[in-house]
Nanobody, 116 residues
Framework: QVQLVESGGGLVQAGGSLRLSCAAS????????MGWYRQAPGKQRELVAD???????NYADSVKGRFTISRDNAKNTVYLQMNSLKPEDTAVYYC??????????WGQGTQVTVSS
C-alpha cells in the first residue's frame, strides 16, 4: 500500500509559476514510477509527466519546456515545477504512483487555476 499527500495547487495568472508536491509513504521500496496527471472539466485524465527509475522523465507535448518533474528519493517526494502557465493548464492535478507489480495509486487531487 502507498499513501499520497499532494500540495501546492492554487490560482495564478497566465505566465506565472506553481510547484506541486506529492509525498509518498508506505511500500516505497516497490515504486516503479511516479508522475502527475491532470483532468480538466469535461475532459479525460491525461498524463502530464512521469519519472521512472529515479531519473528517466517523460512529458506531454503540451508542457515540454515549461514543466519539470523531479523526485527526492530521501523524502519520497515527487515535484512538478510549472512555469509559463497558460489558461489551458487549468485542471485538477493528480499524483500517481505505480508499483513494480503494476498497482496504481492516486493522490486526492489539487486544483490549479490559471487566469488569463
Amino acid at each position: 500500500q502507498v499513501q499520497l499527500v499532494e500540495s501546492g495547487g492554487g490560482l495564478v495568472q497566465a505566465g506565472g509559476s506553481l510547484r506541486l508536491s506529492c509525498a509518498a509513504s508506505g511500500s516505497i521500496f516497490s515504486i516503479n514510477s511516479m508522475g502527475w496527471y491532470r483532468q480538466a472539466p469535461g475532459k479525460q485524465r491525461e498524463l502530464v509527466a512521469d519519472i521512472r527509475d529515479g531519473s528517466s522523465t517523460n512529458y506531454a507535448d503540451s508542457v515540454k519546456g515549461r514543466f519539470t518533474i523531479s523526485r527526492d528519493n530521501a523524502k519520497n517526494t515527487v515535484y512538478l515545477q510549472m512555469n509559463s502557465l497558460k489558461p489551458e493548464d487549468t485542471a485538477v492535478y493528480y499524483c500517481n504512483v505505480r508499483l513494480i507489480n503494476l498497482d496504481n495509486y492516486w493522490g486526492q487531487g489539487t486544483q490549479v487555476t490559471v487566469s488569463s
